[in-house]
């Protein structure tokens, strides 16, 4: 097996996965992965405007998420959850 993949699958047993904390294999998430990870915690979808799904929650400031298909949002996307206050690990 190349080496690359025993770390992969070595990280992957390493970490467990709970409701509020998602591990991110990879920085590279598409615009609907995040909208389903804040209807998974309790956010509504309260409008769009152009290209942008606009999030809110109780008690929190609006999140907005650029929506442009199936593009990655990379680094952006770990940024919008943690605006969320959604907790990301490694």
């Given at each position: 097996m190349p080496d690359w993949r025993l770390e992969f699958f070595s990280k992957i047993i390493k970490y467990s996965i709970d409701i509020t904390t998602y591990m991110l294999y990879s920085l590279i998430m598409t615009a609907r992965e995040i909208m389903e990870i804040l209807k998974e915690?309790?956010?509504?979808?309260?409008?769009?405007?152009?290209?942008?799904?606009?999030?809110?929650?109780?008690?929190?400031?609006?999140?907005?998420?650029?929506?442009?298909?199936?593009?990655?949002?990379?680094?952006?996307?770990?940024?919008?959850?943690?605006?969320?206050?959604?907790?990301?690990?490694?």
């Open positions: 915690n309790g956010w509504k979808l309260t409008r769009v405007t152009s290209s942008h799904h606009v999030f809110s929650k109780e008690g929190r400031r609006p999140v907005p998420v650029p929506f442009h298909g199936k593009k990655d949002l990379g680094d952006f996307g770990k940024e919008i959850l943690s605006q969320a206050g959604i907790k990301i690990r490694r």
